[in-house]
């Protein structure tokens, strides 16, 4: 429990001492975030610096991994070894993802084929240490029992990690809403992770939410800076790993159900306009039609916030 006090506390000061720094140096350097112009009137946050991120992601992984080792020695570092490789790939792809915003002063970075093929190598290199590590590619489907995928499984691995990943990115659209999600999720995973005696996730999701309440003085409405694609992908990635690791994927469907939520808002209005040339919402993802019915980015986030709470609390107590 101490190593997890001082885990937490690592990541934290870490984040809550440098940010600052970081803020100051992306000002300088005019690297700025572009804000999307259509939608809700945010031209205000336009100069807000971005990959903020790229310091908490930092800050979570020297903290994780010297939690790990001063826990259980090397072995620690070795069984962190899956979620942390696909926390920083996906942490680098974002990186150069909001790299390339800047630099091209425009709101999309990647192209779609070039993201999604670093996407899918990453998945692959999860998978390659997975077996390397001798982990089972067994899949635990709800009220159907333990399937064995085989090669398969890499299929399974590259839809979840991409899936998620993506739908925590597309959920980071107001001012600390994916920060307090994410701490949120986070804590449920590391309650369960106690409960099955897992100290590895333990620490690594510690960790980050000590690097997530940190930032989140920075990142709270009217914020000093946004995480961008570096943290918020990582976050996803993080989560759909561990999720895996603990043998209850699936879990993510209902504990995420915030991000599910968001996705399913684009893939509906995406198709409404598609087929029938109308906008089944005011706006996609949805948290921006919120704002379109005047709410205000707190209100919003402490709703949000609040769902997320009462699911994980409800989840926790269905699976004791």
């Known amino acids: 429990m101490t190593e997890n006090l001082w885990t937490f506390a690592r990541s934290f000061i870490v984040t809550v001492i440098f940010m600052p720094?970081?803020?100051?140096?992306?000002?300088?350097?005019?690297e700025q975030a572009v804000i999307r112009k259509l939608g809700p009137d945010h031209q205000a946050k336009a100069g807000t610096p971005s990959m903020g991120g790229a310091l908490f992601v930092l800050a979570a992984v020297i903290s994780a991994i010297v939690g790990g080792v001063a826990s259980e020695g090397w072995h620690g570092f070795m069984l962190q070894l899956m979620p942390l490789l696909a926390f920083v790939a996906?942490?680098?792809?974002?990186?150069v993802d909001d790299a390339l915003k800047i630099l091209k002063h425009a709101d999309d970075g990647f192209r779609f084929k070039p993201k999604l093929l670093a996407q899918?190598?990453?998945?692959?290199?999860?998978?390659?240490?997975?077996?390397?590590?001798?982990?089972?590619?067994?899949?635990?489907v709800p009220f159907v029992g333990h399937i064995y995928l085989g090669g398969f499984y890499f299929i399974f691995m590259w839809f979840w990690l991409v899936g998620w990943s993506n739908a925590t990115n597309l959920t980071d659209g107001l001012d600390g809403l994916l920060t307090g999600i994410s701490?949120?999720?986070?804590?449920?995973?590391?309650?369960?992770?106690?409960?099955?005696?897992?100290q590895s996730i333990v620490i690594f999701n510690i960790a980050i939410i000590g690097a997530l309440?940190?930032?989140?003085?920075?990142?709270?409405?009217?914020?000093k800076i946004f995480m961008g694609d570096t943290g918020s992908l990582a976050?996803?990635?993080g989560l759909a790993i561990e999720s895996i690791l603990l043998g209850i994927p699936f879990s993510l469907v209902w504990f995420g159900i915030i991000f599910v939520i968001e996705t399913l808002s684009v893939i509906i209005q995406t198709i409404g306009y598609h087929f029938w040339k109308k906008r089944i919402f005011p706006m996609a993802p949805i948290h921006h039609s919120f704002?379109?019915?005047?709410?205000?980015?707190?209100?919003?986030?402490?709703?949000?916030?609040?769902?997320?709470?009462?699911?994980?609390i409800v989840g926790i107590l269905y699976m004791s």
């Open 235 to 237: 976050l996803g990635a």
């Open 90 to 95: 996906f942490a680098v792809i974002g990186g």
């Open 183 to 198: 701490i949120i999720v986070y804590g449920t995973y590391t309650w369960i992770a106690m409960a099955m005696h897992n």
């Open 291 to 312: 704002e379109k019915f005047g709410w205000r980015e707190w209100q919003i986030d402490i709703l949000f916030w609040v769902v997320s709470l009462l699911v994980s």
């Open 213 to 223: 309440v940190g930032f989140l003085i920075y990142n709270k409405p009217k914020a």
């Open 120 to 140: 899918t190598l990453s998945a692959l290199v999860v998978m390659i240490v997975m077996w390397f590590m001798n982990v089972p590619f067994v899949l635990n």
């Open 21 to 30: 720094a970081l803020i100051n140096f992306l000002r300088h350097s005019k």
